[in-house]
């Protein structure tokens, strides 16, 4: 079974910048969870779909972060414009309904912004 | 006061040796409880998850869930240096497709040969 696909895997901006990530969950995953996770912290939930309509999204900053998922599929997240404390990690998952084990994290994008 | 607290290390332990990781948390309508293990550059990959309290094991890894303390720990017996990582603990309300899952900081595990 394929796994969860990011790209790219590295990102260096400068600040004031625009970027985008593109993630493919695993086939038939119906949820779709954008995270961040900063340096020396654990992930921390930006948005969940449920196929293509939005189920949280409360800890987006929603002035500069913006998130798709259309046809229920593949996701992008975009940061427009970028600040300093945007660098960290963005890890998509994806999972089936009520299957806690099947909740699986792709590789990840790096952000650096500078 | 954060949700989830963990000690972040990093936790260095020679080859053989039994290590304890630990995890609190103060909301007490969490039911499961979840334990990540994460590589360098590399996703969280799910090693364990207990619903409520007890102790559930799974080869040398046993998770244990104490409600009423609000406590939740990971022993690995018999550490290998190949369990160098970074291990997350994870819990959420319930198992419907709309809790959210709040991850505490993260524990570094260093094993050396």
């Known amino acids: 079974e394929a796994g969860v696909a990011q790209s790219p895997r590295y990102k260096i901006i400068e600040k004031r910048q625009s970027v985008a990530f593109w993630c493919n969950p695993i086939?038939?995953?119906?949820?779709l969870y954008w995270y961040q996770q900063i340096l020396g912290q654990g992930p921390k939930l930006l948005i969940q779909f449920q196929n293509n309509g939005v189920v949280d999204d409360s800890q987006l900053p929603k002035d500069r972060f913006s998130a798709e998922r259309l046809k229920g599929v593949d996701s992008t997240l975009k940061i427009q414009p970028a600040k300093l404390e945007d660098s960290a990690v963005y890890l998509c998952?994806?999972?089936?309904?009520?299957?806690?084990?099947?909740?699986?994290f792709g590789s990840g994008t790096r952000l650096t912004v500078v | 006061q954060k949700e989830v607290e963990q000690d972040p290390g990093p936790l260095s332990v020679p080859e053989g040796a039994i290590v304890s990781l630990n995890c609190t948390y103060s909301n007490s309508a969490f039911q499961y409880f979840m334990w990540y293990r994460q590589y360098s550059r590399k996703g969280p990959e799910l090693l364990m998850y207990t619903y409520s309290s007890g102790n559930k094991e799974d080869g040398r890894f046993t998770a244990q869930v104490d409600k009423s303390s609000k406590y939740i720990s990971l022993f690995i017996r018999d550490s290998q240096p190949s369990d160098s990582a970074t291990y997350l603990c994870a819990m959420r309300r319930g198992n419907t497709g709309f809790q959210k899952l709040v991850f505490g900081t993260g524990t570094r595990l260093l094993v050396s040969p």
């Open positions: 998952a994806s999972r089936q309904n009520r299957d806690l084990k099947s909740y699986t």
């Open positions: 086939s038939g995953h119906a949820t």
